[in-house]
């Protein structure tokens, strides 16, 4: 049971507890209290008289985590206090630590430095393979750990089965029950960092220390001045370093304000859905108790996706994230499915869909900045040569073309956005029809790129085979009542009303409207379907009916749990979509119920149900096929949180942006009588008032932009003089 732990100790008595209350779980707290924030946790319990805080949080500047505690007596008494702060090391991949650990234990290294009061830990071994295997690769592990108290260290212990003792957990070590720290530096064996210090609380008083974890590389020379060591240390530093967290993240908050009559859609867009789309841009799917990150990595699909929520407030970084990433292109334009940042290595995965989310992302970097000189940038192929930024996004979309179908269509082969659709094109002749609207949607979505770019050979070539792509759809993948999903290697569909399972899939309904690809009455009817057959209470099904028996010509989706992951769960990133498409074919109110339902601070009124974080959006929640309905699982790290905030904050309240400037085109609830919004775009705040007096939900009436009657909702930021900008729009029947 690894943690962050610190255990307080009564020297009188001999009680011990922790304050975070794991792993003493089985004490009678009289208060527990956990407190999540931007940047940091604060734990609060009350046990024996004693209240303990610890704030958890990681520097903004230095590589460092820090356990702030303050103790505070309430009985009146003075107490004479022991502290021990411990956490068991892994250093370097989990994988093999977990099912290789009589062998991973031999590479460690700990001692004490006397100095500094610090243990210091290593390994000598670094696995960077995603398997055990006997292949060696004689690599060091290139860091160093720096563990620490704000107190003078009275015992330490590098060794975690002599702190925890023969027959006993982290919940009762015994150098905590005896007192007596082992002192042990390990050069073998199980590591863990693990500090004694004492501390005295005066009749009703306060005190407060720290517990510091720093990571450095072995190559920096002189570690402690590297970090100041000594500086960072103290007290009044940490207090800092917790502010300089907190002000990090309400300047990255600040970048868009709502106000609307739901305070429900506030407290998501002002702050969690923001957070969690950062938390997803950094994490990507390296870490977290649903992704280990040493299965996954980064995943291409995912990071040029993951740039929606943080390109508003830091476009340089998602600059820089995007040239690194088009580092795992080859230079065919075909893709890695993953990579390790750490390692420079990954996986080719031959997924249909990955290559075209490289414009996807480049677009939506350029619609935000119009930081065309991005294009001109050169960056090398994963495995020959180099070219430019431009270069890599038509390889993308023309290594996409060339792997279809003589009649038209994508094929599917290892899979698309649906991994578990991976048995449907092993032979090179399934198709994806979704994946022929994402291909059709990029297409559309390059055009004014490639005009800009004067490239008319290229805009020549995509616009025919866009055509071919449009006919072959609505010719020979239409169903009746909605789009097919996909066609196998011998020709027979899938997702098809005449399967008495996965008859309708929700991708390639939603995908046929945003794509532009579908005919309106088509397109209608689609959707309509997919409410009729997959929505539920809490979003939108993934596919309808789940399969109930195994299908080898489909692949995994049919080995999964009826109701749960894609096998018919509520996949809130394909509901996501369905908002949008509900949006784009004129059905607000429907796209705003779907939008509603799939808050988590909604979802979640049942919480142990739910059972996940009810402040950020999950990957998916069970289905009505499944017994554990609206079981949430797979919170944080999901493609989610930037679409359910992008869609919010661009198609319901209408900042839409583009190349040339940004456009206001509010689709509200007819209910909302008016909201208030400020988003900044390219530097200048836009501060927006929308009033709704006839109760519309998008017709706009009139607009005043600082105060003077416009006819149009477009802005172009190139013109505007201040640092802010007054849009007043009044919304009315035509």
């Known amino acids: 049971r690894p943690g962050r732990y610190v255990m307080v100790k009564e020297t009188a008595t001999g009680r011990y507890w922790s304050l975070s209350w794991a792993p003493t779980i ?3 707290y009289d208060r527990y209290e956990c407190r999540h924030g931007q940047g940091y946790t604060k734990i609060t319990t009350e046990i024996y008289g004693i209240r303990g805080e610890i704030t958890y949080f990681v520097a903004q500047d230095v590589n460092a985590e820090f356990w702030s505690v303050r103790l505070t007596d309430l009985t009146g008494q003075d107490r004479a206090l022991e502290i021990y702060s411990f956490t068991e090391l892994m250093m370097g991949n989990a994988l093999n630590d977990i099912i290789n650990q009589p062998n991973d234990k031999h590479f460690t290294d700990i001692h004490f430095d006397q100095q500094h009061q610090t243990l210091v830990s290593t390994r000598r071994y670094w696995v960077l393979n995603k398997k055990v295997s006997v292949v060696q690769p004689n690599i060091d592990w290139k860091f160093k750990l720096y563990f620490t108290h704000t107190l003078p260290v009275t015992g330490f212990d590098g060794s975690l089965d002599k702190f925890i003792g023969r027959w006993r957990s982290e919940a009762n070590p015994v150098a905590v029950e005896t007192g007596v720290m082992g002192n042990t530096e390990i050069t073998a064996g199980d590591p863990v960092a693990a500090l004694q210090s004492k501390v005295r609380l005066t009749p009703n008083g306060s005190t407060e220390f720290a517990t510091i974890l720093a990571i450095v590389p072995k190559c920096q020379e002189d570690p402690f001045s590297f970090l100041q060591w000594e500086q960072l240390k103290r007290m009044e530093t940490i207090h800092a ?3 300089g967290v907190k002000e990090h993240w309400n300047s990255y908050l600040g970048h868009v304000k709502v106000e609307t ?41 995912d990071q040029f996706q993951d740039i929606l929520g943080m390109v508003i407030a830091q476009p340089k970084r998602v600059r820089a994230r995007l040239l690194n990433a088009l580092r795992f292109q080859f230079r065919n334009g075909s893709t890695l499915h993953n990579f390790f940042k750490m390692t420079d290595s990954g996986e080719k995965t031959n997924h249909s869909d990955t290559p075209l989310w490289i414009p996807f992302g480049l677009v ?14 050169v960056v090398t192929y994963h495995d020959e040569g180099s070219g430019t930024v431009y270069e890599h996004l038509v390889k993308a979309i023309d290594f996409a073309i060339s792997a279809t179908t003589e009649r038209g269509l994508p094929k599917i082969m290892n899979g698309d956005w649906n991994d578990t659709l991976d048995h449907i094109g092993p032979l090179g002749k399934g198709e994806t029809v979704w994946g022929g609207f994402f291909l059709g949607y990029m297409i559309r979505k390059t055009t004014e790129l490639l005009d800009h770019r004067n490239d008319a050979a290229t805009k020549q070539r995509w616009e025919a085979f866009y055509g071919k792509l449009e006919k072959v759809i609505n010719t020979e993948c239409w169903d009746g009542e909605w789009y097919l999903r996909a066609f196998r290697d011998n020709g027979e569909s899938v997702g098809s009303h005449k399967y008495k399972q996965g008859k309708i899939f929700i991708n390639a309904q939603t995908w046929s409207v945003i794509s532009g690809i579908a005919p309106k009455e088509r397109g209608t009817m689609a959707l309509a379907s997919t409410m009729k057959h997959l929505g539920t209470p809490y979003g939108i099904q993934i596919v309808w009916p789940s399969y109930t028996e195994v299908e080898d010509t489909i692949g995994l989706i049919s080995r999964c749990v009826p109701g749960k992951k894609e096998n018919g769960a509520v996949f809130n990133h394909a509901s996501s979509w369905f908002i949008l498409a509900s949006i784009m074919n004129g059905d607000v109110e429907t796209a705003f119920d779907i939008y509603t339902k799939m808050l988590p601070l909604n979802s979640s009124a049942n919480i142990d149900v739910y059972e996940t974080e009810p402040y950020v959006f999950a990957e998916y929640l069970t289905s009505p096929d499944h017994p554990t309905e609206n079981q949430a699982s797979h919170s944080w790290l999901t493609g989610t949180a930037v679409w359910m905030y992008r869609i919010a904050l661009d198609h319901i309240l209408g900042f839409r942006t583009g190349l040339k400037g940004i456009t206001f085109a509010p689709n509200i609830p007819a209910r909302w009588g008016s909201f208030r ?46 640092t802010s900008v007054r849009v007043d729009i009044t919304l009315g029947k035509k």
């Open 364 to 377: 939506e970097y350029l619609n935000e900045t119009a930081d065309l000189s991005i294009l001109d940038e």
């Open 26 to 28: 089985d004490l009678a």
């Open 261 to 301: 009559p739901d305070e429900k859609v506030n407290a998501m867009l002002n702050v969690w859905n923001q957070y969690q789309a950062a938390v997803t841009f950094d994490m990507a799917r390296n870490s977290g108790y649903y992704h280990g990150g040493l299965l996954f990595g980064t995943g291409m699909r």
């Open 241 to 243: 370093k917790l502010n």
């Open 677 to 722: 919004a400020e988003r900044i775009f390219r530097g200048i705040r836009f501060i927006v008032t929308v009033s709704n007096p006839d109760g519309v939900n998008s017709s706009i009436a009139r607009i005043l932009v600082d105060g003077k009657e416009v006819n149009t909702p477009f802005i172009d930021p190139a013109a505007v003089t201040g």
